[in-house]
Each structure stands twice: as C-alpha cells, then as structure tokens.
C-alpha cells in the first residue's frame, strides 16, 4: 500500500513540476518577445534621428559624434543599451533644441513632420518598456512565488531586470 502511496506522490511532483517549469519557461517566453516590441520601437525613434540629423546637415557641431553614438546604440543588444540610450536621448534633446534655434530651419513643415513621427516613436517606446517591464514583472513573481521558486531553481531560471528609459518627449 505504502508503494502505491509513494509512486502516486512521485508522479504528482513530476507533473507539478512538469506544469510549472513550462509556466516558467513560457513566462521567461513572453519576455523575450516582448523585447522585440522595444527594438522595433526604438528602430522608428532611431530613423527618425537620423532624417533630423539630414535635416540639419553640416549645421550641428558634434553631428559626427552623435552619427557614432546612434550607431553604437544599433549595435548594443536591446536590453543592454540603457546607459546608451541616456546619452542617445541627451544629445537628441539637445539636436532639437539647435534646430529650434535655427532661423533658417525653424517653422518648416519637415520639421513638424519629424517631431510628429518622433511623438509618435515615443508612444510606442513607452507602450513596448511596459509592456515588457509588466511581462518582467510576472516572470520575476513567479520565480519568487513558493513552491514554484524550487522549480525555477532548479531549472536555473533567474531574475530578470526592469528596462528603464529616458524619453524626449516627457
């Protein structure tokens, strides 16, 4: 009788643990798609820096130095370029700021064309962080929740950190 009682234990544990690891690993999923999301969006905010910077060609003093700074944040995994991104948007407030100062750029319909699609950049940059801070925040509690906790040690999941973001438009 004892043995029945053992081998049915044993083979609840192995299914819970089978669910649960598969709801780690689709969280974990989710996750990584949702970045995805992100880099689309800042691939749109991204174009539009580089027409501003051909809008205003040859007029800004460090454009070169902010062509490398755009390309380096190309290049720097989505999740890994936070520290860039600052920079990024450091210097793209200040393009625009430049380009407000210019008598000779200031008005145009390009100009308000290039500040719309960047708003709407923004948006969808914002909309993608959330999104995936909200899917970040699901994997994390399920990694902290017990007896789930166990599964996902063993099955050597770790934290995952929020993405945070500065934006031009805020």
């Not at 081998?7 to 649960?20: N, P």
């Not at 598969?22 to 999301?37: P, Y």
């Not at 809008?55 to 800004?60: I, R, V």
């Not at 996902?152 to 995952?160: L, Q």
């Amino acid at each position: 009788m004892w043995v029945i009682f053992v081998i049915v234990l044993i083979i609840i544990i192995a299914c819970f643990a089978i669910k649960t690891y598969k709801e780690i690993d689709d969280a974990a999923l989710l996750r990584d798609e949702s970045i995805g999301a992100l880099e689309a969006a800042l691939m749109m905010r991204y174009d539009v820096i580089e027409k501003l910077i051909n809008y205003s060609s040859g007029k800004l003093e460090d454009e070169n130095r902010f062509i490398i700074k755009l390309l380096e944040a190309k290049l720097i995994p989505t999740i890994e370029r936070m520290s860039v991104e600052r920079e990024l948007v450091g210097q793209l407030k200040n393009l625009l700021f430049l380009i407000d100062e210019m008598p000779e750029l200031k008005g145009k319909k390009e100009l308000t064309d290039y500040r719309l699609a960047l708003a709407k950049a923004e948006k969808n940059i914002f909309d993608a962080k959330s999104y995936l801070n909200e899917k970040t925040r699901e994997y994390n509690r399920l990694l902290n929740t017990f007896p789930k906790n166990i599964v996902g040690k063993f099955g050597k999941f770790h934290e995952k950190d929020f993405y945070e973001i500065d934006f031009v438009t805020r």
